[in-house]
Structures are given as structure tokens and as C-alpha cells.
């Protein structure tokens, strides 16, 4: 297990519970007690850690190593059900965008999102979660046949951007993302949203536009990260913490400008800590909002999600 900096004392906690423990298992004393005082006082730290967390800690948190990432949550929620679809039938297949069917129940979806890396090898394999065109191509491909065949539409957003290379741009990265936005609006199935992990600029937008978008709780949302804004503004990355307090980007600010729908609470602890529970608190959450979503006609459902998005940033001053 990895940690940050803040989680240091959780750190020594738990190495102080194992040696308890294994103090215990080795010799005749008693520790009993101790190892109840130490697991009370984890409980207690994990609590006010998790509880006044700073918007550049949640930033952190959101980039978690032990993190889980699209495919965990996939594998978690369909179990042996899920079957990837491969290709825009253009250019190539993005691994930076992976989606195919799956079930929950007897309810089939369409998974769509980006998948980051676990190594180094992973990572470049997956081109750090970065789609190219070809990735939002074949995410918009899947998107119309789940129309086609009247199966729901869940996105796990989780990148740092969009890829930003010279051959992305040549290929039509901006006019990949818009024409995803489009489509999305209009698309006459159901669309949930999961934000997972970084939901950075228009690379998230690309695979964002939903009937109702969840945020996990120590995930961010916003037009640029913390870093890149503070290099912009004071040539510097020493001031990103600054950058993510002024850019609004947590779920709480964002359910309080009326951008996401839903805060998805994670396990005190973080989604790192705790991957099953938080599995199951989203796979109820999807099947949840799908309920209510299913009740809607085609027309209805477009409609609402049309407003929905034209309604954003409206000002009454």
C-alpha cells in the first residue's frame, strides 16, 4: 500500500497494529487491549484526516497509485459478463479508451471510459488514460449501437486530458470531442456518468454528457488541473495548491453550481483503501439512477437532458 503525505500518520498507526499483532501471535502476552486502543485511535485519525480534506489533497487522492481505475470497476461490477468491443473502424483501436457490454443482474450496459496504467509499462500502454480521436471515435461508435439496441449507456470519466499530441491534432481531436458532445445530447438511451478518478477538461467532456453525472467523493471535474493553471498564471507549479482551491473543483463545488447530480460518498478512507465497498456503493448507485431513468420516453429523456445542460451557468443577477 502506497501513501501520501497527509496519510503518514495512518501509516504509522497501522505498522504499529501490525507489530501489535504479530507480538500477540509470537509470545504468550496478552495485547489484546492494546490493539483494540490502537485500532480505535486509526479509526479516529482516519476520520479527521478524510474529514477536512483541501481541495489540492483531494486532487492527490483522485491520483491515487492503489486507486481503482475503469476496468476494476468494470470486472467488479459485470464479473465474467463483460465483453470489450475494439476499434473506431477508422484509424485504430485507442487502449486509452476501452468499452464493450456488460451486465449487472439481468440488465445489460454499455461501459464506456478511460483506463490508466498500474506500472510503467501499463501506463504507456494505456497512454496514461490520454484518449486520441480514434479513442472518442470508438466510445461514439459503441454509444450508437447501444442506441441501436436500446442498452443503457454508463461512462466511467477518468483522465488527465485529452491527448494533446501533434498527430492527435492531425487527426481531429477538438472535432472528435464536439462531435461526441453532440451526439451524446441527443442520444435516445439512458446516460450515467461516474466520475472516478480526474476528470480534466474537454478530454472528460468528450464521454461526459449525461442524463445524470455521479462524482465519487475525492474526485475533481474542471476546464484545466491544478498544475498547468498555475504554470499558466504564475509560471510556476508551486502554487497549484492555490490554483485547486480557485478553481472550484471538487464534487461539492461542482453539486453546488449544479454541474454533477450526485455526490457518491466513498468508504472513510478513500476508494484506495476500501475498493470492494466502494464497487458496490456505485454498482447500486447506477442501477438506482437507471430505475428512475428507464420510467422516461425516448423524447422525454432528450429533452430533460437538453435542458438539463442549457440550464448551466444560467445568472440571475
Same mark, same amino acid.
Given at each position: 500500500?502506497?501513501?501520501?503525505?497527509?496519510?503518514?500518520?495512518?501509516?504509522?498507526?497501522?505498522?504499529?497494529?501490525?507489530?501489535?499483532?504479530?507480538?500477540?501471535?509470537?509470545?504468550?502476552?496478552?495485547?489484546?487491549?492494546?490493539?483494540?486502543?490502537?485500532?480505535?485511535?486509526?479509526?479516529?485519525?482516519?476520520?479527521?484526516?478524510?474529514?477536512?480534506?483541501?481541495?489540492?489533497?483531494?486532487?492527490?487522492?483522485?491520483?491515487?497509485?492503489?486507486?481503482?481505475?475503469?476496468?476494476?470497476? @468494470?470486472?467488479? /461490477?459485470? =464479473? $465474467?459478463?463483460?465483453?470489450?468491443?475494439?476499434?473506431?473502424?477508422? &484509424?485504430? *483501436?485507442?487502449?486509452? %479508451?476501452?468499452?464493450?457490454?456488460?451486465?449487472?443482474?439481468?440488465?445489460?450496459?454499455?461501459?464506456?471510459?478511460?483506463?490508466?496504467?498500474?506500472?510503467?509499462?501499463?501506463?504507456?500502454?494505456?497512454?496514461?488514460?490520454?484518449?486520441?480521436?480514434?479513442?472518442?471515435?470508438?466510445?461514439?461508435?459503441?454509444?450508437?449501437?447501444?442506441?441501436?439496441?436500446?442498452?443503457?449507456?454508463?461512462?466511467?470519466?477518468?483522465?488527465?486530458?485529452?491527448?494533446?499530441?501533434?498527430?492527435?491534432?492531425?487527426?481531429?481531436?477538438?472535432?472528435?470531442?464536439?462531435?461526441?458532445?453532440?451526439?451524446?445530447?441527443?442520444?435516445?438511451?439512458?446516460? @450515467?456518468?461516474? /466520475?472516478? =478518478? $480526474?476528470?480534466?477538461?474537454?478530454?472528460?467532456?468528450?464521454?461526459? &454528457?449525461? *442524463?445524470?453525472?455521479? %462524482?465519487?467523493?475525492?474526485?475533481?471535474?474542471?476546464?484545466?488541473?491544478?498544475?498547468?493553471?498555475?504554470?499558466?498564471?504564475?509560471?510556476?507549479?508551486?502554487?497549484?495548491?492555490?490554483?485547486?482551491?480557485?478553481?472550484?473543483?471538487?464534487?461539492?463545488?461542482?453539486?453546488?453550481?449544479?454541474?454533477?447530480?450526485?455526490?457518491?460518498?466513498?468508504?472513510?478512507?478513500?476508494?484506495?483503501?476500501?475498493?470492494?465497498?466502494?464497487?458496490?456503493?456505485?454498482?447500486?448507485?447506477?442501477?438506482?439512477?437507471?430505475?428512475?431513468?428507464?420510467?422516461?420516453?425516448?423524447?422525454?429523456?432528450?429533452?430533460?437532458?437538453?435542458?438539463?445542460?442549457?440550464?448551466?451557468?444560467?445568472?440571475?443577477?
Amino acid at each position: 500500500m502506497e501513501y501520501l503525505d497527509f496519510e503518514l500518520p495512518i501509516k504509522e498507526l497501522e505498522e504499529q497494529l501490525d507489530k501489535c499483532m504479530i507480538i500477540g501471535e509470537e509470545s504468550d502476552v496478552d495485547v489484546t487491549e492494546t490493539c483494540k486502543q490502537i485500532e480505535k485511535k486509526l479509526l479516529e485519525t482516519r476520520k479527521d484526516i478524510y474529514k477536512n480534506l483541501t481541495a489540492w489533497q483531494r486532487v492527490q487522492l483522485s491520483r491515487h497509485p492503489n486507486r481503482p481505475y475503469t476496468l476494476d470497476y @468494470i470486472n467488479a /461490477i459485470c =464479473g $465474467e459478463t463483460f465483453l470489450e468491443l475494439h476499434g473506431d473502424r477508422n &484509424v485504430k *483501436d485507442d487502449k486509452a %479508451m476501452i468499452g464493450g457490454l456488460g451486465k449487472i443482474g439481468d440488465q445489460s450496459f454499455m461501459f464506456v471510459g478511460q483506463q490508466k496504467g498500474y506500472n510503467t509499462k501499463t501506463r504507456q500502454y494505456r497512454n496514461f488514460g490520454m484518449a486520441n480521436p480514434e479513442g472518442y471515435r470508438k466510445a461514439l461508435r459503441l454509444m450508437k449501437s447501444a442506441e441501436k439496441f436500446n442498452v443503457p449507456v454508463v461512462c466511467f470519466i477518468d483522465t488527465p486530458g485529452a491527448y494533446p499530441g501533434i498527430e492527435a491534432e492531425e487527426r481531429g481531436q477538438g472535432e472528435a470531442i464536439a462531435r461526441n458532445i453532440l451526439e451524446m445530447t441527443r442520444l435516445k438511451v439512458p446516460i @450515467i456518468v461516474v /466520475i472516478i =478518478g $480526474e476528470g480534466a477538461s474537454g478530454g472528460a467532456l468528450g464521454i461526459g &454528457v449525461g *442524463d445524470k453525472v455521479l %462524482m465519487l467523493e475525492n474526485t475533481w471535474y474542471s476546464v484545466i488541473s491544478p498544475e498547468s493553471c498555475s504554470s499558466i498564471l504564475w509560471r510556476s507549479w508551486e502554487y497549484k495548491e492555490i490554483a485547486a482551491e480557485a478553481l472550484k473543483l471538487t464534487a461539492t463545488d461542482m453539486k453546488k453550481l449544479k454541474i454533477i447530480d450526485e455526490i457518491v460518498r466513498e468508504p472513510v478512507g478513500g476508494a484506495h483503501s476500501y475498493r470492494d465497498k466502494t464497487f458496490e456503493i456505485v454498482k447500486n448507485k447506477i442501477l438506482t439512477h437507471f430505475e428512475e431513468l428507464k420510467k422516461l420516453s425516448p423524447k422525454d429523456l432528450v429533452n430533460k437532458r437538453m435542458d438539463k445542460y442549457a440550464n448551466m451557468g444560467v445568472f440571475n443577477g
